[in-house]
Every structure is written in structure tokens, then in C-alpha cells.
């Protein structure tokens, strides 16, 4: 397996998007689908490259960078504590990275012609919660998407989409049963919340912490494929 860093373009920072991004030309360039990845807080565009690099070679992949600066090189989709009862966010930035998001696809697929059926958006910790609030409050950018050890958030719920325009996506979820930092029991939430929406969707729990395992990447990318 090649390590994408070797095929990622230098960081684009173009008016015409809502975000800074890198992305992974297909080979040859003529792609045939488009996969953004979504970093976690507290990281960068880079941190999924590995992952991208089992990704079909055939597939544009984009790495959004977060718009919210917490630290050098490090960046956060909206600013979050880890507190006695929980996860407790600034829920504004949440809300105005999931609009930014909708339309950064939505210029994305415009730049890139992309059509929606063909887009799958995915991302780790934070990066998998924002995947998910685009998706579920507008599921006509995106095929499906995959939270790796993330959430959806609560705060989601004024925001969802109906039944009916849901019903065409599919969905991964992927955590670890030792996550210390988002703990198990947000993936039960989550399949459970999704059963309810009668959205498809495989769950996949792994012995690991809050962490992509390299058998969680493994079965994400036999998921990506599908």
C-alpha cells in the first residue's frame, strides 16, 4: 500500500471554497467517485492520509482543514470540553461548520463534477460527527458516510432530514470499546437513532481506544467499496 503523502497536493486556499484542502488525484485523472475526509479535533488535512491511501486509486479524495485554529498546525471543526457527564461543545461552531460543509461539497461537486451518488463523506472523532450532520441534515450531497470513532450529535435533532430523503444513504460506524474519550455507548446511540430513521447501516465495534486500528481501516475501506 502506497502512503498517499507521496500523491497529496499542496494545501489549496482558494476563495472559491469554504475551506483550505489537499486532495488525491485519481490515477489516471479522470476520476470516478469522491471521498472527503474529515480530521479530528485537535488535528490537520494530513492526519488521514494513510487511510486514503488504501482508498481506489481511481477515487478524488479531499482533506478539508478545519476553520478553527486551537494550536500550531492543529485544527478543530467547532471547540469541545471533556467533562465529568460528557462531551460539551460550543454548538454554535458546530452548526457553522455543518452549513460551511454543505456548501464546500456543493462547490466541490461543482469544481470537480462530482455528481452526489458518487460522494461519500467520512471522518475520525470530530471529523465523523461533522460527516454525519452533513449527511443526515442534507442527504442529497452524499451517497453515505462513516463515522470512525465519533458521534452524532444531540444538537443534530432540529436539523434532520425526513425519512423519505434519508433512504437512500448508507452508513459505517466504526469505535472502539475502550474509547476513554468518546465512549462506547455513543455508537449504540447512534445505530440506535439510525434504526429509527430506517437509514441502512453496519456498526462495528473494535478492542481498541479512540484510535483508527488497521483493522477498522481495513474493513472501512472493504465498506467504501461496497
Same mark, same amino acid.
Given at each position: 500500500?502506497?502512503?498517499?503523502?507521496?500523491?497529496?497536493?499542496?494545501?489549496?486556499?482558494?476563495?472559491?471554497?469554504?475551506?483550505?484542502?489537499?486532495?488525491?488525484?485519481?490515477?489516471?485523472?479522470?476520476?470516478?467517485?469522491?471521498?472527503?475526509?474529515?480530521?479530528?479535533?485537535?488535528?490537520?488535512?494530513?492526519?488521514?492520509?494513510?487511510?486514503?491511501?488504501?482508498?481506489?486509486?481511481?477515487?478524488?479524495?479531499?482533506?478539508?482543514?478545519?476553520?478553527?485554529?486551537? @494550536? /500550531?498546525?492543529?485544527? %478543530?471543526? !467547532?471547540?469541545?470540553?471533556?467533562?465529568?457527564?460528557? #462531551?460539551?461543545?460550543?454548538?454554535?461552531? +458546530?452548526?457553522?461548520?455543518?452549513?460551511?460543509?454543505?456548501?464546500?461539497?456543493?462547490?466541490?461537486?461543482?469544481?470537480?463534477?462530482?455528481?452526489?451518488?458518487?460522494?461519500?463523506?467520512?471522518?475520525?472523532?470530530?471529523?465523523?460527527?461533522?460527516?454525519?450532520?452533513?449527511?443526515?441534515? @442534507? /442527504?442529497?450531497?452524499? %451517497?453515505? !458516510?462513516?463515522?470512525?470513532?465519533?458521534?452524532?450529535? #444531540?444538537?443534530?435533532?432540529?436539523?434532520? +432530514?425526513?425519512?423519505?430523503?434519508?433512504?437512500?444513504?448508507?452508513?459505517?460506524?466504526?469505535?472502539?470499546?475502550?474509547?476513554?474519550?468518546?465512549?462506547?455507548?455513543?455508537?449504540?446511540?447512534?445505530?440506535?437513532?439510525?434504526?429509527?430513521?430506517?437509514?441502512?447501516?453496519?456498526?462495528?465495534?473494535?478492542?481498541?481506544?479512540?484510535?483508527?486500528?488497521?483493522?477498522?481501516?481495513?474493513?472501512?475501506?472493504?465498506?467504501?467499496?461496497?
Amino acid at each position: 500500500m502506497n502512503s498517499a503523502y507521496d500523491t497529496m497536493s499542496s494545501l489549496k486556499q482558494d476563495a472559491a471554497f469554504e475551506f483550505p484542502f489537499r486532495l488525491r488525484q485519481p490515477l489516471p485523472a479522470k476520476h470516478k467517485r469522491c471521498v472527503v475526509l474529515l480530521h479530528g479535533v485537535g488535528g490537520n488535512e494530513m492526519n488521514l492520509a494513510d487511510l486514503a491511501a488504501g482508498i481506489d486509486p481511481h477515487t478524488l479524495v479531499i482533506f478539508p482543514r478545519g476553520p478553527i485554529d486551537i @494550536a /500550531p498546525n492543529q485544527f %478543530a471543526w !467547532f471547540r469541545v470540553a471533556f467533562t465529568a457527564n460528557g #462531551p460539551s461543545i460550543v454548538a454554535t461552531e +458546530a452548526e457553522e461548520s455543518r452549513r460551511r460543509l454543505i456548501h464546500f461539497i456543493e462547490q466541490l461537486q461543482s469544481a470537480y463534477g462530482i455528481a452526489a451518488q458518487d460522494m461519500v463523506i467520512a471522518g475520525f472523532s470530530q471529523g465523523g460527527i461533522l460527516s454525519a450532520s452533513v449527511a443526515l441534515s @442534507a /442527504p442529497e450531497c452524499v %451517497a453515505g !458516510f462513516a463515522i470512525l470513532s465519533g458521534r452524532i450529535l #444531540p444538537e443534530l435533532k432540529p436539523h434532520l +432530514a425526513s425519512r423519505e430523503r434519508l433512504a437512500h444513504l448508507r452508513v459505517y460506524i466504526a469505535h472502539g470499546e475502550l474509547d476513554g474519550t468518546l465512549p462506547v455507548v455513543w455508537s449504540q446511540r447512534a445505530h440506535q437513532w439510525l434504526s429509527e430513521l430506517g437509514v441502512a447501516h453496519t456498526t462495528r465495534l473494535y478492542p481498541i481506544g479512540h484510535e483508527i486500528s488497521a483493522t477498522m481501516q481495513t474493513d472501512f475501506l472493504a465498506w467504501l467499496k461496497q
